[in-house]
């Protein structure tokens, strides 16, 4: 039997005193899709940014591929090398191109050659669907195309783990579907993803769990149709059903 991918065993989590993760623990194996839903303020991003140590956990462990995430002798970069995070807000150079802004890590972390970075680079803008825009700059792209430059660039470094912030909520409604695409083509390529997001149709679709937060808690989680069909909790229920009024 193989380690799980990922392991988070009690996490905590306190601003001031604000305990914003309460002993989490979940697991996911390779290929897992896990949605982590909650209104907002639940503690979604910082379960996420405690992943690849964006931020410090109070007490708890986690664990990628066995190896301890926690702790002070972590070496950060490799480990962010190992976990890819796509953001809300893009969080692109603006004044490099789509090619220049996935090439960075491969060239600066990996050490690849130019030409070794911008044959990765170029690939991954290709699997995104953004082979013509390699040469745009942030501000020639839509937003959804700047997702897509976003995800392209987390997988440059071939990472064995994907972490999507709300990638989808701050695009206009029509462009949420080709970044949705995206992911959903990573689902099918075999990556493991841990996904925050209020986009219920594609959880539904996608998801091998569903975890719902609410004050820095799991409330509740399970398969898809479980979650959304027979929640047991009212808090999951009450969520669930406001969340889905908003985006429809
Ligand atoms: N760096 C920080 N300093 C202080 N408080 C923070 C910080 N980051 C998050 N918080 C607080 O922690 C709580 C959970 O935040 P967050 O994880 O961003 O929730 P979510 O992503 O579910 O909306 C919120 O009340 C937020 O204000
Ligand atoms: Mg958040």
New binding site residues.
Partial sequence: MSDPLLRVERVSKS??D?Q?LREISFEMDRGDVTVLI??????????LRCVNRL?EVDSGEIYLDGERVTGPDVDVNELRRQVGMVFQDFNLFAHLTARGNVMLGPRQVLGLSKEEARRRADEQLALVGLADQADSYPAELSGGQKQRVGIARALAMEPKLMLF?EPTSALDPELIGEVLEVMRDLVERGMTMLV?THEMSFARSVASEIMF?DGGRIVERGPPEQLFERPEHDRTATFLRRITQLHS
Avoid: N, W
């Fill in positions: 601003y001031g604000e914003v909650g209104p907002s303020g639940s503690g979604k991003s910082t379960m931020t912030d925050v937060l």
